[in-house]
């Protein structure tokens, strides 16, 4: 009889805890679509949250024609709070707070800014666990795009002033923050920064000195790295290194030779994944990068190092001296991490990575950071309402590191002229378009993109192989 | 007198055997140490090991080639023709010397000899950004500059003192309680319930995270010390329970049916025999439990989240280094300050640990 208890007992205690994993695997699935469709309708999310605030009082506030922002800064909503959470931390944190202290003291608004570097992960958990953040601010449009599917995300458009977001940025920002919601296109945020990729950095002393001057055609580009190679250096500073996101900085260069190879409308396809990377358009682009990162004499350390080296760490050969390399090619915040005695305009500057192909024009690659609403209350309405001005960052501005893409922000405010030169190329450019990585579903854009450059670069496949494996993603 | 020298060699072995295991594991935290000295710059350029003297080729003179030189033509250093690629690596001259580019634009060439030498620079800066709090450049609206003082560890420190010590005892209170009602009480479907202990092991934390989070959320517990104490209590439990069940169990039974006789109520037993005989290993699952709430990350990143008034070390350190990580350099001071109080627990509590191995065995 004492063997059978035994093994009754390991079952019926198996059985429990088996139960205690289904249960609480469940209860996930069960809930999600009971909160999806309460945030589509503006009051029981506000009831989810801890604030006193009453929830009727937005109504009147619209229909009296005065914005949540009026009211904020009319001092309604003292004594409230705004929680927020994004991915960036640490010195951007510092220039974020300096920049809404003003907003915050004359509304008495508090803004808790959270950064946290597991931002990606982070923002799922809090989302499926019911304490979703007020705003969050999301680098990557594509993670946005999957809480906008799945109707957790407040349509900003409900409450804002369509003519005056039109006003203040172009239109390309406002088709990039329409997504596909689950009961048709909403605008799931409003774009609070922004960053220019499509640039060339170059220590400007040094090259001024050499007697070489900045191309302003593809082939011009190519003489130059040829030139240099001559003199006896490498031209480009490539790093793709970048722990398990290795390989992002290689798609970016491909987006970038995509946009000057091809009109914008392939771009969006392959963005949307109805060109495949398999297409000759997209191997094309690919050749035209691998002329410069296959030649070991046009690469500081050769072919080889490019995935060997940390993104970050591959510009600062630019500035030994002599340069060990020439062209660095990478979006407007590498400067974080040149060395800190170098100074912007003089020891560095950069120019705009050249078109290819003159009829599809001047394209300029960028990437941005959109605030997406998960929580309808006044107060979280004012605060949206106050990052879609130029006001919002300006301090952010002046002390370097941002780009708005609001056009009333003054080009006055970039203290330098780097950065200024930086907005004025994304205003005037004849194409604009975001970092297509970003768009794609992770298992594409974050995943067999990134690996299958990695693995093209490192010469584990051949040309045909990568764009098939990157292919593959899809699926 | 042949038996007791094979004895003191096969000790020498077993001496050696293990001073070389430690040795193995010492060298990744010393180097880190050293790293943690050494410039941002210098970390790039060069390994931790040539701060020890080593043999390197130093320059002794520099040849100046014409500047018309085709570096893809062979090219003439002292008579003889050698390839891009070799002084690039550099090569080996016949009178035994090194010839190694200096600067190839200059086409200056690097003459050097074999000799020793070792590295010396070092600074204290990554500790000083690390303890300190970084500067902030600002600008303000009206364009005055403004430097801003970053927060140093030392709150990030205090709260996840705050986290770890209540983490830490909570669970093993509990657990030691547990263990006793186990492996001494009977009560109705104690079999079951402990092999339900047993197999919570197997289950992977990661599971048991949005439910946990949506009660807390309900419970308004999300960001709290007290939330993250139950958690970690929690998933601590299982462990440290059948972790002091093996070992209560094995006490004599005689000593508590004495006990028994004489009036001692459970509780009395629990406090006056058990706990006293325990020690040793409420100590040693006490630095396991520790260990790992100290070095956290997971639980607290899903539990308390980054505010600065709640954020624990781990997920200080690892904002420290940046948004795009530009300050990887700060890392090893960081990480050498957060050891210090595993460090401290582990050297307080280890005189309970060897004292309890010794004490069962010197008795036998």
């Known amino acids: 009889m004492k063997p059978f208890k035994k093994t009754s007992t390991v079952i019926t205690a198996f059985i429990l805890v088996f139960a205690i994993v289904l249960a609480a695997c469940?209860?996930?699935?069960?809930?999600?679509?009971a909160s999806a469709s309460s945030s589509n309708e503006p009051s029981p999310s506000v009831a989810a949250s801890t604030?006193?605030?009453?929830?009727?009082?937005?109504?009147?506030?619209?229909?009296?024609?005065?914005?949540?922002?009026?009211?904020a800064l009319a001092g309604k909503y003292k004594g409230t709070k705004v929680s927020m959470f994004g991915p960036f931390t640490d010195v951007d944190q510092v220039k974020f707070e300096e920049a809404i202290k003003a907003f915050e003291d004359t509304t008495g608004i508090d803004i808790q800014y959270e950064g946290s570097k597991e931002f990606e992960a982070t923002i799922s958990i809090r989302v499926d666990g019911g304490s979703a953040p007020d705003i969050a601010d999301f680098p990557q449009p594509g993670l946005l795009n999957t809480f906008v599917k799945s109707?957790?995300?407040?349509?900003?458009?409900?409450?804002?002033?369509?003519?005056?977001?039109?006003?203040?940025?172009?239109?390309?920002?406002?088709?990039?923050?329409?997504?596909?919601?689950?009961?048709?296109?909403?605008?799931?945020?409003?774009?609070?920064?922004?960053?220019v990729?499509?640039?060339?950095?170059?220590?400007?002393?040094?090259?001024?000195?050499?007697?070489?001057?900045?191309?302003?055609?593809?082939?011009?580009?190519?003489?130059?790295?040829?030139?240099?190679?001559?003199?006896?250096d490498p031209a480009w500073a490539i790093g793709i290194e970048s722990g398990a996101a290795t390989g992002w900085a290689a798609t970016d260069w491909i987006e970038d030779i995509m946009l000057r190879t091809t009109s914008p409308e392939n771009y969006d396809k392959w963005v949307k994944?109805?060109?495949?990377?398999?297409?000759?358009?997209?191997?094309?682009?690919?050749?035209?990068?691998?002329?410069?990162?296959?030649?070991?004499?046009?690469?500081?350390?050769?072919?080889?190092?490019?995935?060997?080296?940390?993104?970050?760490?591959?510009?600062?050969?630019?500035?030994?001296?002599?340069?060990?390399?020439?062209?660095?090619?990478?979006?407007?915040?590498?400067?974080?991490f040149f060395p800190q005695n170098l100074k912007s305009g003089e020891d560095y500057d950069w120019f705009y990575l050249p078109p290819i192909d003159p009829q599809y024009g001047n394209p300029v690659l960028v990437a941005g950071d959109i605030y997406a609403m998960f929580n309808d209350r006044p107060e979280v309405r004012a605060v949206m309402e106050f990052f879609t001005?130029?006001?919002?960052?300006?301090?952010?501005?002046?002390?370097?590191?941002?780009?708005?893409?609001?056009?009333?922000?003054?080009?006055?405010?970039?203290?330098?002229?780097?950065e200024r030169r930086m907005a004025e190329l994304a205003q005037k450019a004849t194409t604009l378009r975001f970092d297509g990585s970003d768009l794609m579903p992770g298992a594409v854009g974050a995943g067999t993109f990134w690996k299958g450059m990695t693995d093209y670069v490192s010469g584990t496949v051949d040309l045909d192989g990568a764009l098939k494996e990157i292919q593959a993603g899809w699926k | 007198m042949r038996r007791r020298k094979g004895r003191a060699r096969s000790k020498t072995v077993v001496n050696v055997v293990l001073a070389f295991i430690c040795l193995i594991w010492l060298i990744p935290t010393f180097g880190l140490f050293v790293s943690s000295f050494r410039p941002a710059t210098e970390i790039l350029k060069t390994g931790w090991?040539?701060?020890?003297?080593?043999?390197?080729?130093?320059?002794?003179?520099?040849?100046?080639?014409?500047?018309?030189?085709d570096l893809r033509q062979p090219i003439e250093v002292k008579g003889k023709a050698y390839s891009d690629a070799e002084l690039k690596s550099g090569v080996k001259a016949s009178d035994g010397s090194f010839l190694i580019w200096e600067n190839r634009r200059g086409r200056t060439i690097n003459v050097q000899q074999s000799g020793w030498t070792m590295n010396t620079s070092f600074t204290t800066e990554n500790y000083k950004g690390v303890l300190t709090g970084k500067q902030y450049q600002i600008t303000d609206t009206d364009g005055s500059v403004k430097t801003k003082k970053g927060s140093g560890l030392s709150r990030a420190f205090l709260n996840t003192v705050t986290v770890s010590i209540p983490a830490t005892i909570i669970p093993i209170l509990i657990a030691t309680f547990a263990a006793y009602a186990f492996a001494w009480l009977k009560f109705p479907l104690r079999k079951t319930m402990f092999v339900i202990v047993i197999m919570l092991l197997v289950v992977p934390l990661q599971v048991a995270m949005i439910p946990v989070l949506r009660d807390y959320t309900a419970l308004g517990l999300n960001g709290t010390f007290l939330g993250v104490w139950i958690a970690h209590a929690g998933f601590g439990l299982p462990l440290a329970t059948y972790f002091m069940y093996s070992y209560i169990s094995q006490l004599p039974k005689d000593l508590f049916e004495s006990a028994f006789m004489d009036g001692a109520s459970n509780f009395t037993i629990f406090t006056k025999l058990i706990l006293p005989l325990a020690v040793p290993s409420i100590a040693s699952i006490s630095i396991f439990q520790f260990l790992w709430v100290w070095n956290d990350y997971l639980v607290s990143l899903v539990f308390i989240g980054n505010q600065p008034g709640v954020q624990v070390l781990s997920m200080k350190i690892a904002d420290m280094v940046g948004t795009r990580g530009n300050d990887w350099h700060l890392l090893t001071a960081a990480a050498f300050v957060s050891m210090l109080m595993p460090l401290a627990v582990f050297f307080g509590l280890q005189k309970y640990f060897v004292r309890g191995l010794l004490g069962g065995s010197v008795k036998g």
């Open chain 1, 26 to 33: 469940g209860n996930n699935n069960e809930n999600t679509p």
């Open chain 1, 389 to 418: 001005t130029g006001e919002s960052i300006k301090t952010w501005i002046q002390s370097g590191g941002v780009i708005a893409p609001m056009n009333d922000a003054k080009p006055e405010w970039y203290t330098s002229d780097v």
């Open chain 2, 49 to 69: 090991w040539t701060v020890f003297p080593h043999k390197e080729n130093v320059t002794k003179d520099t040849i100046q080639l014409p500047k018309e030189t």
């Open chain 1, 51 to 71: 604030e006193p605030s009453p929830s009727a009082s937005s109504e009147p506030a619209e229909s009296s024609g005065a914005t949540a922002l009026d009211d």
């Open chain 1, 273 to 336: 994944g109805e060109l495949p990377f398999t297409d000759d358009i997209v191997k094309n682009a690919v050749k035209k990068m691998s002329d410069i990162w296959l030649n070991k004499d046009y690469v500081y350390g050769g072919t080889k190092s490019i995935v060997t080296t940390a993104f970050g760490d591959a510009p600062k050969v630019m500035f030994d001296n002599p340069p060990k390399a020439w062209l660095h090619r990478q979006a407007s915040f590498i400067t974080s």
């Open chain 1, 151 to 195: 109707g957790k995300v407040i349509d900003v458009a409900s409450f804002m002033d369509a003519e005056k977001l039109k006003a203040n940025y172009n239109q390309s920002w406002l088709d990039m923050a329409t997504m596909d919601g689950p009961n048709g296109k909403l605008m799931a945020g409003i774009w609070a920064r922004s960053s």
């Open chain 1, 197 to 232: 990729k499509s640039l060339v950095w170059y220590p400007k002393k040094a090259f001024a000195e050499a007697g070489y001057t900045v191309p302003q055609t593809w082939d011009e580009l190519l003489a130059l790295t040829e030139q240099i190679a001559k003199d006896g």
